[in-house]
């Protein structure tokens, strides 16, 4: 896992594993930050139903990354009225 990443964290569980076994993710945005990709090898991972992000250990290791955007945040309200 590549930390600190700007903008969040990212921590596996277990830390390390053989090939073949599920490794999953708890992918933290900081407040201010979504979630904007997270990559495993290189290769895009989606997150499951429930939000949360996994895959299987390859043989020969993983480097799992991700990138987090800074929400904008709306300060001028008066163009809406």
Known sequence: VNNP????TI???PTSATAGTPINLTVTPKEGFEIEG??????ALKAGAD???SFTMPAGGATVSATFKEL???TNFSKFW
């Open 5 to 8: 990443q700007e903008g969040g």
């Open 38 to 43: 997270v990559t495993m090898n290189g290769e």
């Open 11 to 13: 921590t596996a569980k």
């Open 72 to 74: 904008k945040v709306l």
């Open 51 to 53: 939000g949360k992000y």
